[in-house]
């Protein structure tokens, strides 16, 4: 330890020695200079020169005096004022911060700024002093308060001492904002003494306002309050609704039903409840409702009172005044949308009943109301065919509908006579004519329809409105004739209304059955005017017309299926044809000419040479036409319409328009025609008949007329379309019938073949019944 001490008191000695010591030799200025410039040359030395140039410096004693400058400015020094306090370049200066910064975590180069620790610290602890006054703060807020970056007051300032010297925390939904607990306190203090005063439904924006409260904390905080009442949304121009409001709704509501069994949509909307409808729904989950546009019935009024008085009223055959039974502050309207409603629902047969001015009144009660008009409909009837009235109403319509007729006349002779063209084509003696092109001129008529229903007169016009040609604008309508005018109903009515304090509906009434009555005394007027001689002999003349021309329409229908035969078998079609339908034709024109002409004919089913002798005992006008129209039964199809359409112009008949549209229906017709005798069928020859023209129908979307010794060309026509099986089927079942028919009746080979035939005809009814078009691309 001495020896220690002796050693430094020599060593101060020395140093005391060498600081008395003169200088020998002293060196001047500009040898300094020199000295340093060969030192710098030589790169033994390097120095930081001041902005003058009669200084420098090394960078390590620059560094430390930018060192002395941060810790002189409290920790946060700005380089360009250290560059200016220094007097040394920008750029050095910058370089040394940017080595400090990187070599001492502790130091901080932002935005031109050296920070050290100390004064993060010391910000960290403003912060928390501004936060603690506050309770609430933002990083842009501290951004423009310190002059600092936003990311990195967050990071390297606030997130870095949260919780130590910053008390608070951060906010889930948005990470710049920083708030206390007692701040959070302070909110929820706030919101719930708000809430709680709030008897009404209150703007969520006037409640914020009031107590200064963001409204996201708002929302975030409304949960954990558990307020006594609900915000509607979370959306701009949300309200907040107490309980004690909605349980006041909710009372009123049950109360107002409870008491009336309905719901007024405006009631409920005054009470502050926008959608009604659906406060219904939810304050009755269980309660059924008939919603109308301005209230809401409950089902149990509906069913009790309602329903059950409509039915008394339909089984008593009475009236009822729906106002007496149903709440007295219902408008009319809201009662017939009560009762219409009952009757879409399907309570009751809307059929029974009819409504007028809030009274339902039964059909029975109605029809005994009315009842003493059918004896003025009888008498007006009578009257109109006594004075020749509705005789003058039949002309009328008939002179309208030649007029239209007329009008497409004119039209027609801008254009082709074809029927000069049918003539030359059917002159010129090709073979297969029948199979050639056709076209007729027609006239517009009636439509009319297959079968039975092609008989009937023309005495279904007669109940219409208007008569209307489709002759461009040229249109001539007839008004309906008016045999009983309401007034007369109202005067038959009046009395017995007037017992029941009802006579101001009488003229409602009536105008409901002014045309039902009148058109029962256009019936019976009708009636009447067909018992005289003139009618039936007209009635007989539309019946004929409507017959052949419904002939004439099958015979271009079959026409069109026999054409996809060959050339032969056509020819024999088109010969069977004429043969069958055509000797109709015939036979029905020449009856009429006979009548026409007052002869009298003992048989109805006449031969060639009967109608030819027939022919020549009628008038002259018609015995030509009837002899050329006998004739062309043993030509072609176009000959013989040609033909007949000489002698329907001489019974002043006319052809109608084609209306190939209506081809499709009548196909259909007349292969479900062929459907139901196929069921009703058990001789195996023609079961095999009408299967075979079913199938062709099916196939072909045509229809054909034939006898049975056609049934093998059918079947050789129809082949391509089936698959194997069913040929195998087809021609096993001809095969057949073919053996019945040439084996004697009571054989064993008869009996065999019967019972092979019974055995195969379900599947032979089951492939005509369901084959289908769509069966063919099955089959390929």
């Given at each position: 330890?001495?020896?220690?001490?002796?050693?430094?008191?020599?060593?101060?000695?020395?140093?005391?020695?060498?600081?008395?010591?003169?200088?020998?030799?002293?060196?001047?200025?500009?040898?300094?200079?020199?000295?340093?410039?060969?030192?710098?040359?030589?790169?033994?030395?390097?120095?930081?020169?001041?902005?003058?140039?009669?200084?420098?410096?090394?960078?390590?004693?620059?560094?430390?005096?930018?060192?002395?400058?941060?810790?002189?400015?409290?920790?946060?020094?700005?380089?360009?004022?250290?560059?200016?306090?220094?007097?040394?370049?920008?750029?050095r200066i910058v370089g040394l911060a940017e080595r400090i910064a990187a070599e001492n975590p502790s130091i901080h180069l932002v935005l031109g700024q050296l920070i050290d620790e100390d004064y993060i610290s010391h910000i960290a602890q403003e912060i928390n002093e501004k936060l603690a006054?506050?309770?609430?703060?933002?990083?842009?807020?501290?951004?423009?308060?310190?002059?600092?970056?936003?990311?990195?007051?967050?990071?390297?300032?606030?997130?870095?001492?949260?919780?130590?010297?910053?008390?608070?925390?951060?906010?889930?939904?948005?990470?710049?904002?920083?708030?206390?607990?007692?701040?959070?306190?302070?909110?929820?203090?706030?919101?719930?003494?708000?809430?709680?005063?709030?008897?009404?439904?209150?703007?969520?924006?006037?409640?914020?306002?009031?107590?200064?409260?963001?409204?996201?904390?708002?929302?975030?905080?409304?949960?954990?309050?558990?307020?006594?009442?609900?915000?509607?949304?979370?959306?701009?121009?949300?309200?907040?609704?107490?309980?004690?409001?909605?349980?006041?709704?909710?009372?009123?509501?049950?109360?107002?039903?409870?008491?009336?069994?309905?719901?007024?949509?405006?009631?409920?909307?005054?009470?502050?409840?926008?959608?009604?409808?659906?406060?219904?729904?939810?304050?009755?989950?269980?309660?059924?409702?008939?919603?109308?546009?301005?209230?809401?019935?409950?089902?149990?009024?509906?069913?009790?009172?309602?329903v059950t008085a409509l039915n008394e009223c339909s089984a008593t055959k009475q009236y009822l005044d729906l106002s007496t039974i149903l709440p007295s502050n219902l408008s009319e309207e809201d009662i017939e949308e009560v009762f219409g409603a009952i009757m879409a629902q399907k309570h009751s047969n809307p059929s029974n009943f009819v409504y007028l001015d809030s009274i339902v009144f039964s059909q029975p009660y109605l029809a005994q109301l009315v009842q003493p008009c059918q004896a003025l409909a009888e008498s007006q009837a009578k009257v109109a065919i006594d004075s020749g009235i509705y005789q003058q109403y039949i002309v009328e319509?008939?002179?309208?509908?030649?007029?239209?007729?007329?009008?497409?006349?004119?039209?027609?002779?801008?254009?082709?006579?074809?029927?000069?063209?049918?003539?030359?084509?059917?002159?010129?003696?090709?073979?297969?004519?029948?199979?050639?092109?056709?076209?007729?001129?027609?006239?517009?008529?009636?439509?009319?329809?297959?079968?039975?229903?092609?008989?009937?007169?023309?005495?279904?016009?007669?109940?219409?409105?208007?008569?209307?040609?489709?002759?461009?604008?040229?249109?001539?309508?007839?008004?309906?004739?008016?045999?009983?005018?309401?007034?007369?109903?109202?005067?038959?009515?009046?009395?017995s209304l007037e017992e029941e304090g009802l006579e101001h509906l009488s003229k409602s009434i009536a105008a409901l059955y002014t045309n039902q009555i009148n058109q029962a005394a256009l019936v019976r007027a009708q009636e009447l005017f067909e018992a005289t001689p003139q009618t039936n002999r007209r009635q007989t003349h539309a019946a004929i017309q409507d017959r052949i021309n419904t002939l004439l329409i099958d015979i271009r229908l079959y026409e069109k299926g026999l054409k996809l035969f060959p050339q032969d078998t056509q020819t024999q079609l088109v010969k069977y044809l004429l043969k069958s339908l055509g000797n109709d034709i015939c036979n029905e024109l020449s009856l009429y000419v006979a009548s026409e002409c007052n002869l009298t004919v003992k048989n109805t089913n006449l031969n060639v040479d009967q109608r030819n002798k027939l022919a020549q005992e009628c008038d002259a006008q018609y015995r030509a036409a009837l002899v050329e129209q006998n004739k062309a039964l043993n030509k072609t199809i176009d000959e013989f319409e040609l033909a007949t359409e000489a002698v329907l112009k001489t019974c002043s008949m006319i052809i109608k328009k084609v209306d190939k549209k209506k081809d499709r229906l009548l196909i259909a017709d007349h292969k479900k025609k062929l459907q139901e005798q196929l069921l009703d069928c058990q001789e195996p020859a023609l079961l095999l008949h009408l299967a075979a023209l079913i199938l062709f129908t099916t196939i072909s979307?045509?229809?054909?007329?034939?006898?049975?010794?056609?049934?093998?060309?059918?079947?050789?026509?129809?082949?391509?379309?089936?698959?194997?099986?069913?040929?195998?089927?087809?021609?096993?079942?001809?095969?057949?019938?073919?053996?019945?028919?040439?084996?004697?009746?009571?054989?064993?080979?008869?009996?065999?073949?019967?019972?092979?035939?019974?055995?195969?005809?379900?599947?032979?009814?089951?492939?005509?019944?369901?084959?289908?078009?769509?069966?063919?691309?099955?089959a390929e």
């Open positions: 330890m001495g020896s220690d001490w002796d050693e430094i008191k020599r060593l101060a000695a020395d140093f005391q020695k060498a600081q008395l010591t003169s200088t020998l030799q002293k060196l001047s200025e500009r040898n300094c200079v020199e000295i340093v410039t060969l030192l710098l040359e030589k790169q033994m030395l390097e120095v930081v020169f001041t902005n003058d140039g009669k200084e420098y410096i090394t960078p390590d004693h620059l560094e430390r005096e930018i060192l002395d400058e941060l810790y002189v400015n409290g920790g946060r020094a700005n380089l360009v004022e250290v560059s200016k306090t220094l007097n040394v370049d920008l750029s006054l506050r309770g609430e703060i933002s990083i842009s807020e501290l951004a423009s308060q310190f002059d600092l970056p936003s990311d990195f007051l967050q990071h390297d300032v606030v997130e870095k001492h949260l919780g130590r010297i910053i008390k608070g925390r951060q906010d889930a939904t948005n990470p710049r904002v920083f708030f206390t607990q007692a701040y959070i306190q302070r909110c929820k203090a706030k919101i719930r003494g708000a809430l709680s005063a709030i008897t009404r439904p209150t703007n969520v924006a006037v409640i914020l306002q009031q107590i200064g409260v963001q409204e996201k904390i708002f929302h975030s905080l409304l949960d954990e309050i558990a307020p006594a009442g609900q915000v509607t949304s979370k959306l701009a121009n949300s309200q907040y609704v107490p309980h004690i409001y909605a349980k006041t709704q909710a009372d009123w509501v049950n109360s107002f039903y409870k008491q009336n069994s309905f719901l007024e949509y405006d009631a409920i909307q005054k009470l502050g409840i926008s959608d009604a409808k659906s406060y219904i729904r939810k304050q009755f989950p269980n309660e059924e409702f008939l919603f109308l546009k301005r209230v809401a019935l409950g089902a149990r009024l509906v069913e009790l009172t309602v319509k008939t002179l309208a509908q030649k007029g239209n007729v007329s009008t497409q006349d004119l039209e027609d002779d801008g254009k082709v006579d074809k029927r000069d063209e049918r003539r030359k084509k059917a002159s010129s003696g090709k073979a297969g004519g029948g199979a050639q092109g056709r076209e007729t001129k027609t006239k517009s008529t009636k439509k009319h329809q297959r079968g039975k229903a092609a008989a009937q007169n023309d005495s279904d016009d007669e109940d219409e409105v208007q008569q209307s040609s489709r002759g461009g604008g040229n249109k001539k309508a007839v008004k309906q004739l008016e045999l009983v005018k309401t007034t007369d109903i109202v005067k038959l009515i009046t009395a979307g045509s229809i054909l007329h034939a006898s049975g010794k056609f049934v093998s060309a059918i079947l050789q026509h129809i082949r391509g379309s089936l698959n194997e099986s069913q040929n195998s089927l087809l021609l096993r079942f001809h095969d057949l019938v073919l053996q019945v028919l040439q084996a004697t009746p009571d054989s064993s080979d008869s009996k065999i073949a019967h019972e092979q035939l019974h055995a195969m005809q379900k599947e032979v009814v089951e492939l005509a019944q369901n084959y289908t078009r769509a069966s063919v691309s099955k």
